[in-house]
Every structure is written in structure tokens, then in C-alpha cells.
Nanobody, 124 residues
Framework: QVQLVESGGGLVQAGGSLRLSCAAS????????MGWFRQAPGKERECVAS????????QYADSVKGRFTVSRDNAKTTVYLQMNSLKPEDTANYYC?????????????????WGQGTQVTVSS
């Protein structure tokens, strides 16, 4: 069993930055890829970023490329999402999740454990 706790969300003006953290418990963290997803009101959940088990490979949604950076610290069993140049359309509840595999991927069904989410609101 893995438990995930996200933090770092909040209210920020457009153009600002936030850093989300996701602290994980459980042995599977260091051998599993991680993902960040987001869901805005009335919209489907979408994959924002994925990082492989050792942090060597990442992928991003086109909407966040060049603005968001995913990273991980396996010693601290924590994954991060640095979000820069935030836009109002980035407003959503952000979730981290543990993938069933070591490599990157954005298919939701391949993620076994999910956090409760942290709200990010970007004002214009």
C-alpha cells in the first residue's frame, strides 16, 4: 500500500510560480514512475507530467511544456512539480499518482495509487 500527500497548492497571480510536492510512503516509490494529473471543474482529468523511476526520463503535456518541470528525490520519497509562468487555465486540482511501471506514461488506468489532490488557482 502506498499513501500520497500533495502540498504546495494555493492562489497565485498569472505569471507567478508554485512548487507542488508529493510525499509518498511505501516501498514501491523508488521503483515506480510517478505522474502529475490535474482536473478543472467540469473537465476531465488530464495528465500534466510523468517521470520515470530514477528521474532520467520525463514527459509533459503540450500545454505545460517549457513552463512546468517534474523531478523526484527517491531518498526523500518525494516528487515535485515546479510550475512557472502560470496561466488562469492552469487552475485545477492537482494530483500525484504512482504508476504500476518504472517507465513514463500518461494513461490513468496504469496508475495504482492516487493522492487527494491540492488546489491551484491562478488569477488573471
Amino acid at each position: 500500500q502506498v499513501q500520497l500527500v500533495e502540498s504546495g497548492g494555493g492562489l497565485v497571480q498569472a505569471g507567478g510560480s508554485l512548487r507542488l510536492s508529493c510525499a509518498a510512503s511505501g516501498r514501491t516509490f523508488s521503483s515506480a514512475a510517478m505522474g502529475w494529473f490535474r482536473q478543472a471543474p467540469g473537465k476531465e482529468r488530464e495528465c500534466v507530467a510523468s517521470i520515470n523511476w530514477n528521474g532520467g526520463t520525463t514527459q509533459y503535456a503540450d500545454s505545460v511544456k517549457g513552463r512546468f518541470t517534474v523531478s523526484r528525490d527517491n531518498a526523500k520519497t518525494t516528487v515535485y512539480l515546479q510550475m512557472n509562468s502560470l496561466k488562469p487555465e492552469d487552475t485545477a486540482n492537482y494530483y500525484c499518482a504512482v504508476r504500476r511501471y518504472a517507465g513514463i506514461g500518461c494513461q490513468e488506468y496504469q496508475y495504482a495509487y492516487w493522492g487527494q489532490g491540492t488546489q491551484v488557482t491562478v488569477s488573471s
